[in-house]
């Protein structure tokens, strides 16, 4: 619960659960409005994305000594896609859509794959 998170980041002391409508009202007060929509918001969830994303390629790729960093991952983490896998693919810009192809190249350190497509003509 997002809230609960909130409360224990703002409120680290506060040892009870059972305070009474007033006493609540004023905690959401000093914790103020949620930041929906905005650009601060955005770029938080962004910043952990990307580090969670990080997180996986690092157990991906057998890179992890102290397991207890990633407990906020998910119990079961797919395996990295492997050369000769049949994909789909997002394209942008003058070709834009979804394309079938298959993995001719992966590259770790970027975290990237190149892809030769079925269709002629789009490349790799």
Not at 63 to 74: E, G, N, R
């Amino acid at each position: 619960n997002d809230f609960c998170v909130c409360l224990k980041e703002s409120f680290p002391n506060l040892k009870t659960r059972k305070l009474t409508r007033v006493e609540w009202g004023k905690i959401r007060r000093l914790m103020g409005k949620p930041r929906r929509c905005s650009s601060a918001f955005f770029e938080e969830e962004r910043s952990a994305l990307k580090q969670k994303r990080q997180k996986i390629r690092l157990l991906q790729q057998r890179k992890v000594a102290d397991v207890s960093q990633f407990k906020d991952l998910p119990d079961e983490i797919p395996l990295p896609l492997v050369i000769g896998t049949k994909v789909t693919a997002r394209l942008r810009g003058v070709h834009d859509g979804l394309f079938t192809g298959q993995i001719d190249a992966v590259d770790t350190l970027n975290a990237t794959y190149r892809v030769t497509f079925d269709r002629t003509g789009l490349g790799t």
